[in-house]
């Protein structure tokens, strides 16, 4: 199993952009996704979560400006960025509950990365 983040970048305050998350591998059976990001210096903290029935959860930090959202046919999920601010430059990291079919476990994985930087 792995998880492929794409769409970060360079973007202007004000500006927007699209977060992809994208996992692979055979008859991916997937819980709850989520958004994580790590700024310079600081900690890991969750930014926006999603169940497999649409259920979201965001950090209060987000206001109103980001929307996560899932693609269960494509076993990817999206996270769309509006208005961003300085403070929202950071590494990008998706995150997902999979089932291990070998084991019937499920475990936490996580992708690469994938980093926004708001500058003017």
């Known amino acids: 199993v792995q998880l492929q983040a794409s769409g970060g970048g360079l973007v202007r305050p004000g500006g927007s952009l699209r977060l992809s998350c994208a996992a692979s591998?055979?008859?991916?059976?997937?819980?709850?996704m989520g958004w994580y990001r790590q700024a310079p210096g600081k900690q890991r903290e969750l930014v926006a979560a999603?169940?497999?029935?649409?259920?979201?959860n965001y950090a209060d930090s987000i206001e109103g400006r980001f929307t996560i959202s899932r693609d269960g046919a494509k076993n990817t999920m999206y996270l769309q960025m509006n208005s961003l601010k300085p403070e929202d430059t950071a590494v990008y990291y998706c995150?997902?509950?999979?089932?291990?079919?070998?084991?019937?476990?499920?475990?936490?994985?996580w992708g690469q990365g994938t980093l926004v930087t708001v500058s003017s």
């Open positions: 999603i169940t497999p029935g649409g259920s979201t």
């Open positions: 591998g055979s008859s991916l059976s997937i819980n709850r």
């Open positions: 995150n997902a509950l999979i089932l291990n079919r070998s084991n019937m476990a499920w475990y936490n994985y």
